[in-house]
């Protein structure tokens, strides 16, 4: 009896711990589980950080729920946003919008044409940030013609203006009494848009919190409430959810998914989650910097034999889970203009060892790190430290370079410090990653000119010059034959080169409560529509 009685004392201490650790993690700032059915808690790896939607640091798809641009990028083209419609000259070079009416910034002040030139003008005093985009070195002015009428004159024609405008940042808007002494190059005083959700709380590492906009303009989003929870991914963001304390998670803007296949496949027998993904997005690479002359890297034998090293078929059946597919391509045919016929380089170790040889890099002996003119074959490879798929598919690659004579040393850092060093020139092979459907290819193609982006990867190459005269011909193209022409041209330059590796083509993961309705997927990689989902 006494035993009896001591373990049902001991059950009941367990079942008020456990139901005082839940009603905790639920008052803790927004971070515990969803106490409504339109609340939902997602996982991220990182913080927001700044959500200034005119530079770089901030989260994509926190951004994406704040702030809106002039048209969207969709499956079936470019469609109104917060222009309801627009013209574009014969000439080709001014694009006459036409803005929403009765649109506001979440502070109360109006969305008009005067808030459209303010904006953009502040992004081009700082277009040299800007320089990623094409479409910063194009823009000559932007005039008002009425209270919602805008006009935006470029210096000549420029074919993918409309989808450079869609994009997440920077040609997005941002309340003028927001901005700092007339600027938002150097911050700005607070992050209020005219998008779905409204930024109400942030405490840094911890959580965000938004709310729905109750004077959206396209009406109230459903979910009342949506906070980014940060965690880190993995095994941690599994037992949140298991807990109860988020219950949503998607692949992030760094590539990155918060949970392994075995991880989602769990959830979903639970009953209680649903797994959707989108159809093939990007290209998950190794971006090498052939403008590094004090590293092999900078030869294209290396870079070649390099590719010839990485074992696709393991990479994704084994350490991806089968979450994604081989790429041998820098795009997937499904991209316009991509479906380019290019040498196929597999898996061959051989092959990238006798490359090597002919190149002049000879082993000493076996086992050791091969030589050229009293220099070994060594290099480093940054990874994003908060990737476990990205760490492990390096120390895979890693063992296979071993193996044919080439040292590469691992190099785990935050995603920012590694684009920073994409921006620098300060690497030798770094993970990336394509802008993405929406986007490409004339994203990615115009960051090869780009030195915040691709110029010190594609620099060193024996055709830069070529290929950045191409870039600029393909960008002003509006005739069909000619874009395919040059895009082909482009492609197959990189190609031979081997400056942009490819592993595999990604797609964009959501885990999601299985009651919720409305789930799909933008054009673009780095958002989601929160506002078209709801409970039932």
């Known amino acids: 009896m006494k035993t009896y009685k001591r373990f049902a004392l001991l059950s009941l201490t367990l079942v008020i711990l ?4 839940a009603c905790s993690s ?36 926190a951004q994406g729920k704040v702030f809106e641009s002039l048209v969207e990028n969709t499956e079936d083209g470019i469609k109104p946003l917060l222009a309801q419609s627009w013209e574009i000259s014969e000439d080709g070079k001014v694009y006459t919008f036409h803005l929403r009416k009765g649109v506001t910034f979440h502070d109360g002040e109006p969305f008009n044409a005067k808030a459209v030139k303010k904006n953009i003008e502040a992004v081009q005093r ?92 396209d009406g109230e989003p459903s979910l009342k409430k949506i906070t980014a929870k940060v965690l880190p991914a993995g095994e941690t963001t599994f037992l949140a959810f298991q807990k109860g304390e988020i219950n949503f998670a998607f692949t992030d803007d760094r590539g ?38 004090n590293s092999p890297v900078s030869d294209k034998a290396v870079r070649e034999a390099f590719w010839y090293a990485i074992d696709r078929e393991t990479i994704t059946k084994k350490i991806l889970e089968g979450t994604e597919t081989e790429a041998h391509t820098l795009f997937s045919s499904n991209v316009n203009y991509a479906d380019v016929e290019l040498e196929k380089r597999e898996f061959d170790l051989e092959k990238a060892g006798d490359i090597l040889d002919t190149a002049g890099w000879k082993d000493v002996k076996e086992g050791s790190v091969r030589m050229k003119d009293g220099k070994q074959l060594a290099m480093h490879l940054y990874y994003d430290i908060n ?34 060093r994409r921006s620098t020139g300060e690497y030798d092979l770094l993970f990336n990653q394509t802008w993405g459907l929406a986007y490409d290819p004339q994203s990615t193609i115009a960051a090869f000119t780009s030195e915040a982006s691709y110029l010190h990867t594609t620099q060193g190459i024996q055709q830069a010059d070529e290929l950045y005269e191409k870039i600029d011909d393909v960008m002003r193209a509006t005739d069909e034959e000619t874009k395919k022409a040059l895009y082909k041209d482009i492609l ?45």
């Open 26 to 61: 639920k008052t803790e700032g927004g971070s515990g589980e969803h106490s409504e059915k339109n609340e939902l808690v997602y996982a991220t790896a990182k913080d927001i950080n700044d959500m200034n939607p005119h530079l770089y640091t901030g989260s994509m798809p």
């Open 387 to 420: 990737s476990s798929s990205q760490k492990t598919q390096a120390e895979f690659i890693q063992s296979s370079l071993k193996k044919i004579g080439v040292k590469l040393d691992l190099v785990g850092e935050e995603s920012t410090s590694i684009a920073n």
């Open 256 to 293: 990155a998914d918060s949970l392994n296949k075995e991880a989602m496949d769990q959830l979903v027998e639970s009953g209680d989650y649903q797994v959707v993904k989108s159809d093939p997005m990007n290209t998950k690479m190794i971006v090498a910097n052939s403008s590094r002359k």
């Open 126 to 217: 700082n277009a040299e940030k800007h320089a990623w985009i094409k479409l910063s070195s194009k823009i000559d002015s932007v005039r008002t013609t009425g209270e919602h009428t805008v006009e935006l004159v470029l210096t000549e024609p420029y074919d993918p203006a409309l989808v450079e405008l869609s994009m997440t940042r920077p040609y997005v808007f941002l309340s003028p009494n927001d901005f700092k002494d007339g600027e938002t190059k150097s911050g700005v005083k607070d992050y209020n848009g005219t998008g779905p959700y409204i930024l109400k709380e942030h405490k840094v590492d911890e959580y965000a919190a938004f709310e729905a906009n109750k004077d959206y303009w």
């Open 18 to 21: 456990t139901a005082l650790a």
């Open 492 to 536: 197959t330059i990189v190609h031979k080169e081997a400056v942009f590796i490819p592993i595999s083509n990604g797609s964009m993961t959501v885990v999601a409560p299985a009651d919720m309705k409305g789930l799909s997927f933008k054009q673009t990689q780095f958002e989601l529509p929160f506002e078209k989902m709801r409970f039932e």
